[in-house]
Nanobody, 117 residues
C-alpha cells in the first residue's frame, strides 16, 4: 500500500513563494503519473498540475507561469514550486498518484497553504 506524505505548507504573504514536497513509499515510483490537487474552503477539489513518469507536465490555466511541478524519481518525491502567491491560492494541497488506468486514486493527507498579509 503506497503512502503519500506532503510537507512544506504554511502561512505566506501575497507575492511570496513556497515549495511543497510529497514523499511516496513503495516501488516503481517512476512508473506512475503524479499530481497536485487543491481544495479551497467551500469549493471542490481541483487539479493543479500533473507530471508523468518521464517528466511531462501539465497545469491548470490559473497557475501557469507561477507553479512548477517536478519530480525526483531517485528520492520518490514530487514537488510543487509556487511563486507569486495570491490569496485565491489558499487551500489544502494534496498529492496524488494515478493508477495504471490513469485515475488519481491515491491521496496524501494534504498540507495547508494560507496566503494572507
Amino acid at each position: 500500500q503506497v503512502q503519500l506524505v506532503e510537507s512544506g505548507g504554511g502561512l505566506v504573504q501575497p507575492g511570496g513563494s513556497l515549495r511543497l514536497s510529497c514523499a511516496a513509499s513503495g516501488s516503481f515510483f517512476s512508473c506512475y503519473d503524479m499530481g497536485w490537487y487543491r481544495q479551497a474552503p467551500g469549493k471542490q477539489r481541483e487539479l493543479v498540475a500533473t507530471i508523468t513518469g518521464r517528466g511531462h507536465t501539465n497545469y491548470t490555466d490559473s497557475v501557469k507561469g507561477r507553479f512548477t511541478i517536478s519530480r525526483d524519481n531517485a528520492k520518490n518525491t514530487v514537488y510543487l514550486q509556487i511563486h507569486s502567491l495570491k490569496s485565491e491560492d489558499t487551500a489544502v494541497y494534496y498529492c496524488s498518484r494515478a493508477s495504471r488506468r490513469g485515475v488519481y486514486d491515491t491521496w496524501g493527507q494534504g498540507t495547508q497553504v494560507t496566503v494572507s498579509s
